[in-house]
């Protein structure tokens, strides 16, 4: 086995008896994307928009404000990672969270976020949580210098069943940002050899949760206790997967004022795959990533699924965790030197991870090995 954790494991190098997936974990991708089919029947509603077409994007819809700008609404929630808040009983970061799912999907339209609203069901409205929950989303505002105008906290006990007594909950936050006409990131006119400038995550974020839990932790079947310290990581491992998810509105906002972004990425559910909805706006595309620091936790992840007795792919891992990168951007190749050179003075850590092909696929190349995601 593969004891480095700066690599991924190589799951080649010894027999492991099944590999481990996010659909076996209890999500199931393939349903997923069949329910969202679903999701045309709310294409009759946009005739009620206002003041004109809503537009159509890689990765939202937006609807006309004015005759030069657009809104774009995006409501988000955490998932199961509320479960490792309530393991660790510390809820002051996961409001961040909350607040960085929502507005890093709004500014991948250009959108600059105006203002959240959190909605919390809870088994019971518990001062102390509450009080520190609403710590996280006011970090997480801060962050993003979005004011939170509302909020709602419901006692739903008999629908919310947490693993503490008393404790459980779901988060969800929505955010609206505008954007001028002129300025949307519409993903048209990608071409071969565009960079793409990745901006770094934290670790895991708050997608794959599932998957990660079930193989790092004994509450749900996994390896370690709560308080255990890998070598690998130097902290105890519920606090690395309780580390907040990284907030890129400031740096990428700064960025869209110097240079043309032709798409933004964020590296959330599906991970690497996503880039595939750009596809459908800049035909004939695909993409290579050839530029990865993965975090120690996720090379940990597939060395304890081969302790445990199974396998979690390669694959599997570039289509379910951000594997580094949070944040992906896409520029013209003209443009790159000047891109990495403001989000370096945003403080954004910003590397060129990979490039635009004229191939309808997506490469990975990492630690000797091609994958070719699906």
Request: charge should be negative; proline fraction near 5%.
């Amino acid at each position: 086995m593969n004891n480095n954790p700066n690599r991924i494991a190589q799951t080649g190098e010894e027999t492991v008896p099944k590999n481990f997936t996010y659909t076996d974990a209890g999500v199931n991708r393939q349903q997923r994307h069949e329910s969202k089919k679903a999701l045309n029947l709310l294409r009759e509603t946009y005739k009620f928009s206002r003041f004109g077409p809503v537009m159509h994007l890689p990765y939202s819809n937006i609807f006309q404000l004015t005759e030069n700008s657009f809104l774009d609404l995006t409501i988000e929630g955490v998932g199961t990672k509320v479960l490792l808040a309530e393991l660790a009983g510390r809820y002051d970061t996961i409001g961040v969270d909350a607040v960085a799912m929502a507005v890093n999907d709004v500014i991948r339209s250009g959108a600059t976020p105006l203002a959240v609203s959190d909605n919390i069901h809870a088994q019971a409205s518990n001062p102390q949580l509450v009080k520190e929950w609403l710590e996280g989303i006011v970090d997480g505002a801060n962050q993003s210098e979005c004011p939170v105008v509302s909020g709602e906290i419901g006692d739903v006990a008999e629908i919310i069943n947490g693993i503490s007594a008393g404790a459980g909950f779901d988060m969800v936050v929505a955010s609206i940002g505008q954007v001028a006409k002129d300025r949307v990131i519409t993903g048209y006119d990608i071409k071969p050899g565009d960079p793409i400038i990745g901006l770094p995550s934290s670790g895991l974020h708050s997608n794959g949760i599932t998957l990660a839990r079930k193989i790092l932790l004994k509450q749900w079947g996994g390896k370690f206790q709560l308080g255990d310290k890998p070598e690998c990581l130097g902290r105890e491992i519920v606090n690395e997967m309780l580390e907040p998810t990284k907030i890129y509105v400031k740096p990428f906002l700064k960025l869209t004022e110097s240079v043309t972004v032709k798409g933004a990425v964020h590296i959330t559910g599906d991970a690497y795959t996503k880039f595939n909805n750009l596809t459908s706006y800049s035909k004939g595309i695909g993409f290579q990533f050839d530029n990865f620091h993965p975090q120690p936790i996720f090379a940990l992840m597939q060395q304890t699924a081969v302790e445990l007795g199974f396998a979690v792919s390669d694959e599997e891992m570039f289509t379910t965790f951000n594997m580094g990168w949070g944040f992906g951007i896409i520029v013209d190749k003209a443009d790159r030197d000047e891109a990495i050179d403001v989000l370096e003075k945003a403080g954004a850590q910003p590397q060129q991870i990979g490039k635009v092909l004229d191939k309808p696929q997506i490469t990975i190349r990492h630690a000797g090995r091609k994958l070719v995601l699906v």
